[in-house]
């Protein structure tokens, strides 16, 4: 969880939902041997299952991924600017600003390769800033996610 302390949201709040998931599988052999030997398809008594910890993320990289929002924020909006100057007053963008995914999906990785774990899940909550913005991936104007 990055960015939720003092929000009200606890790690135990996530946790319920995702062991209420119940995400357990039993294996399965679908063609085997001759059929009098045990051949056909039978489920094994071989389970797999996914086991959740659910951590509030460290100060720091909770820190610097805000840092990295705030900062490719400030980019996208001083670059806006630099583009409203050559438009007619009145027609600036009331659209949100695109920051590019590299923002967050670098420090992201970086966080998941630190980790021994083989999935993580990560959620974000970022401090407000003034205005809307999506992610952006690819070339500007393209597919993009709310922030």
């Known amino acids: 969880l990055v960015g939720f302390e003092g929000t009200g949201v606890r790690a135990a709040d996530v946790q319920a939902f995702l062991e209420a998931a119940a995400?357990?599988?039993?294996?399965?052999?679908?063609e085997g041997?001759?059929?009098?030997?045990?051949?056909?398809?039978?489920?094994?008594?071989?389970?797999?299952?996914?086991y959740?910890?659910?951590?509030p993320?460290?100060?720091?990289?909770?820190?610097?991924?805000?840092h990295s929002i705030q900062d490719a924020y400030e980019a996208a909006s001083a670059a806006e600017e630099r583009a409203a100057r050559g438009r007619s007053p009145g027609s600036g963008s009331a659209e949100a600003l695109q920051l590019s995914?590299?923002?967050?999906?670098?420090?992201?990785?970086?966080?998941?390769?630190?980790?021994?774990l083989a999935y993580s899940i990560y959620l974000l909550n970022p401090p407000a800033l003034p205005r809307n913005y999506t992610y952006r991936y690819g070339r500007a104007g393209e597919t993009s996610c709310p922030g």
Do not use: N, Q
């Open 52 to 55: 959740f910890s659910v951590r």
């Open 101 to 116: 995914h590299l923002a967050v999906d670098e420090l992201l990785e970086a966080d998941h390769h630190e980790s021994a």
């Open 57 to 66: 993320a460290s100060e720091r990289f909770a820190d610097g991924l805000a």
């Open 33 to 50: 041997g001759s059929e009098g030997a045990g051949g056909g398809a039978h489920r094994l008594p071989v389970e797999s299952g996914f």
């Open 23 to 30: 995400l357990s599988e039993g294996a399965h052999v679908l």
